[in-house]
């Protein structure tokens, strides 16, 4: 049974999607209207901000559900339900969720490092483009979780995303933490022949018209990257939050709140993205372990397994990826520093 189908809850959604598009406004207009190089501190504020807001609504949800769940027939009128219990239950799958997305998110700022340094993409632009590619990813994440929700209610299709999550886990685990390089990507190669491309940055202009002919500049292409690259990411993401929870509503405002504060992220990350790098083998762990749920898990703890139990091993793959990747990097610096010295 779906607690917050779409028919009831157009609503709700309508209202967070508003919501949504009123943040992103402010933040491209008033907070972010002249471009800028983003600062680790203004980063910091800003992710501090986007978590917060999560965390606010992950509590009212809370309530509204406790609320909703104790006073309306659809609800009170089967048997055994109660209403504390799933709230809280559904509390914890949001955040499991935006856990398990933000956590996923590392990965897409992996490539973003990447395109902007095979773009050269200054840092006082960069803020632009991620707030496009964000506002893109938005309705693309939308569109595949509208997809999800129907296409997860059948078994095979459970056990064939949860095959492609082990197997996507597993082979990021054998990547490594070698840095990967854009020169030879087919994506990069097809949108070059694909558009008229102007060799230069042109401020911070996605097109620029010369000799009566429209121009793309690198920005574009940067942008243009970002969107299909998030789309494939988007194919591991969202069955993962699916294997949570259940409920379309949860996986949407979840997915949407991890994606908001990726740029913020990003930029509070850049410097330091070489001191994380076995925070890949936490991800690709938390792959294989969403996986397992999805094709073994769930039937194995009659339908569900706790979500719970799926926070705390998640938080801790994730959590011991970052001490180990802290660990090494300290390790690696005082090597570094007897080297030098001659010790």
Do not use: C
Not at 66 to 86: K, W
Not at 98 to 105: H, I, M, Q, R, T
Not at 246 to 268: C, H
Not at 288 to 310: D, H, T, Y
């Amino acid at each position: 049974m779906i607690l917050f189908p779409f028919y009831d809850y157009w609503w709700f959604y309508i209202g967070f999607v508003a919501l949504v598009l009123v943040v992103l406004a402010l933040d491209l207009g008033v907070f972010h209207k002249k471009a800028h190089e983003v600062s680790f501190k203004e980063a910091s504020i800003w992710t501090t901000i986007w978590i917060s807001l999560a965390l606010v609504f992950n509590y009212l949800f809370y309530l509204y559900a406790q609320y909703r769940f104790s006073t309306h027939e659809r609800y009170t009128s089967i048997p055994g339900f109660d209403p504390e219990v799933q709230a809280k239950t559904s509390a914890l799958e949001f955040l499991t969720g935006f856990v398990v997305e933000k956590s996923l998110a590392i990965d897409n700022i992996f490539i973003f490092f990447l395109v902007f340094a095979y773009f050269g993409i200054p840092k006082v632009y960069q803020h632009r483009v991620l707030f496009w590619g964000i506002l893109g990813a938005l309705v693309f994440r939308a569109i595949f979780i509208a997809m999800g929700s129907v296409l997860m209610q059948y078994h095979g299709v459970v056990i064939f995303f949860g095959a492609l999550l082990i197997l996507t886990g597993i082979k990021m685990s054998l990547a490594g933490t070698k840095p990967q390089s854009l020169e030879n990507n087919f994506i990069v190669k097809q949108l070059k022949k694909l558009f008229r491309v102007h060799p230069k940055i042109e401020g911070q202009n996605f097109f620029i018209k010369k000799n009566g002919l429209i121009y793309v500049t690198p920005l574009f292409l940067a942008l243009i990257f970002l969107e299909l690259s998030d789309i494939i990411f988007a194919v591991d993401s969202v069955p993962a939050i699916f294997a949570l929870s259940k409920e379309p509503l949860i996986v949407f405002t979840s997915n949407i709140f991890a994606i908001l504060g990726l740029r913020s992220m990003y930029f509070m990350l850049a410097g330091v993205m070489d001191r994380f790098a076995f925070i890949k083998y936490g991800l690709a762990s938390v792959l294989v372990f969403v996986g397992l749920k999805m094709v073994w898990l769930n039937e194995a703890f009659g339908g569900k397994f706790p979500i719970s139990w799926s926070l705390l091993i998640i938080g801790s793959l994730i959590g011991l990826s970052i001490l180990a990747s802290m660990v090494i990097d300290k390790i690696s610096q005082k090597k570094l520093k007897f080297k030098e010295e001659g010790i």
